[in-house]
T-cell receptor, first 112, second 114 residues
Framework: DQQVKQNSPSLSVQEGRISILNCDYT??????FLWYKKYPAEGPTFLIS?????DKNEDGRFTVFLNKSAKHLSLHIVPSQPGDSAVYFC???????????FGTGTRLKVLA | NAGVMQNPRHLVRRRGQEARLRCSPV?????VYWYRQLPEEGLKFMVY????????ESGMPKERFSAEFPKEGPSILRIQQVVRGDSAAYFC????????????FGNGTRLTVT
């Protein structure tokens, strides 16, 4: 029972263009969402988060959009750089709870 | 200003041996989580601990696996009588709050059971 889904296992984007990574969730109790980046042989690194009271949060080249009615969030990276090539995980947690549920990840490749 | 420290980075065990994975959280963090990542899969929640207490171990197999976070010292994930299916990357994460606070991950321990 996968409550957080990343349906695209991989994505290739040209350097300088926009990368859009998608994530869907099924549990309407989730109200806090995060994106992590992971390089091989390293742990996930926190990128950006969003609370359900917002529909957009921006941090430099990274923007997360939340569509609560569709139970969908996306991460936009613009402009994409070769160093952004990594696996990206979205994660979600419910109100006042501690358990973070992760998606299966999307492998982003930014082509120079 | 150390982050989450895990050791060892790589651990090789024969079937039937015990594996001990250690995790020191970010200084000041009292919430510790263990996640497991199997090849080509996402991160699966195993257990959540606070100092001296296991809060939720619902993601951990009932047999052979145990975790602790003592008052002093690192958190330990212990796997007894390892089997080949235990081969995975085990990540520890810590946070400073109960909820709505990002998890900070260590670089993981890659366990290989031969």
């Amino acid at each position: 029972d996968q409550q957080v889904k990343q349906n695209s296992p991989s994505l290739s984007v040209q350097e300088g263009r926009i990368s859009i990574l998608n994530c869907d969730y099924t549990n309407s109790m989730f109200d806090y969402f995060l994106w992590y980046k992971k390089y091989p042989a390293e742990g996930p690194t926190f990128l950006i988060s969003i609370s359900s009271i917002k529909d957009k949060n921006e941090d430099g080249r990274f923007t997360v959009f939340l569509n609560k009615s569709a139970k969908h969030l996306s991460l936009h990276i613009v402009p994409s750089q070769p160093g952004d090539s990594a696996v990206y995980f979205c994660a979600a947690s419910g109100s006042g709870t501690y358990k973070y549920i992760f998606g299966t990840g999307t492998r982003l490749k930014v082509l120079a | 200003n150390a982050g989450v420290m895990q050791n060892p980075r790589h651990l090789v065990r024969r079937r039937g041996q015990e594996a001990r994975l250690r995790c020191s959280p970010v200084k000041g963090h009292s919430h510790v989580y263990w996640y497991r990542q199997l090849p080509e899969e996402g991160l699966k929640f195993m257990v959540y601990l606070q100092k001296e207490n296991i809060i939720d171990e619902s993601g951990m197999p009932k047999e052979r696996f145990s975790a602790e976070f003592p008052k002093e010292g690192p958190s330990i994930l212990r796997i007894q009588q390892v089997v080949r299916g235990d081969s995975a990357a085990y990540f520890c994460a810590s946070s400073d709050a109960y909820s709505n606070s990002p998890l900070h991950f260590g670089n993981g321990t890659r366990l290989t059971v031969t």
